[in-house]
């Protein structure tokens, strides 16, 4: 089946994801937890590799196991923005390349608010189809968000692809309800993913360079 419709993840597809770890690093430290950057790093890296359930909440429970999950989100928002300099070198001449053979949207775990980073660095007029998690009340990795974000672009789940960086909340969902996949290897993806691991998916790509090439093969396979 021909891709009509490209949705595309946030942090570590569009924008560095290093902002989101930071953002947890730093909420965690403010909550009173104690830990070297080594630690965090490895653990957060551990969870990366593994690519099996939140981050934010393994990362509680190694740092700050009687910790409030809501009250750390709260905290990590007030560090979760991201600045210009966050953007990937990639997005935009991927985006203008692919504008006109296909239409975009948004699946991502985001505060709403990112809307705002977005119209700033001039990727908003892209994207028709906005599926937030703040916005609609239902996030990754529940499939509902990703037949949600389906049904609002008007086409066939084996018409959509979705790129993202994470196994568990990106690919595996998206499969489930009958899109094509494509997996990022950046951001919150493994620096070494397994042959298991890229048997999940319908390809892989380590740059949006490589996307327009992949998208191509997808919809002629």
Request: glycine content about 8%; some cysteine; overall charge negative.
């Amino acid at each position: 089946m021909t891709i009509e419709m490209v949705f595309l993840d946030i942090g570590g597809v569009l924008y560095d994801d290093t902002v989101y770890a930071r953002a947890w690093h730093r909420a965690l430290r403010d909550a009173g937890a104690r830990f070297t950057g080594a630690e965090f790093e490895e653990e957060y890296t551990r969870a990366r590799t593994e690519q099996s359930g939140s981050f934010r909440r393994r990362l509680i429970a190694r740092f700050l196991p009687d910790g409030d999950l809501r009250e750390l989100e709260s905290l990590a928002a007030r560090y979760w923005h991201y600045p210009p300099a966050a953007l990937y070198d990639d997005v935009l001449p991927c985006l203008e390349a692919l504008q006109g053979a296909y239409r975009f949207g948004v699946i991502a775990n985001q505060p709403g608010d990112v809307r705002t980073a977005m119209r700033r660095d001039g990727l908003e007029p892209f994207f028709e189809v906005w599926g937030v998690s703040d916005e609609l009340g239902v996030g990754k990795p529940d499939p509902a968000l990703f037949e949600l974000a389906v049904k609002a672009a008007g086409v066939a789940p084996g018409a959509s692809v979705m790129v993202g960086d994470r196994l568990d909340y990106d690919m595996r969902p998206a499969a489930q309800v009958g899109m094509r996949t494509v997996w990022m290897l950046r951001g919150e993806a493994p620096d070494e993913p397994t042959p298991e691991q890229l048997a999940e998916t319908d390809a892989a790509v380590g740059s949006l360079a490589d996307l327009p090439a992949e998208l191509e093969r997808l919809s002629t396979a």
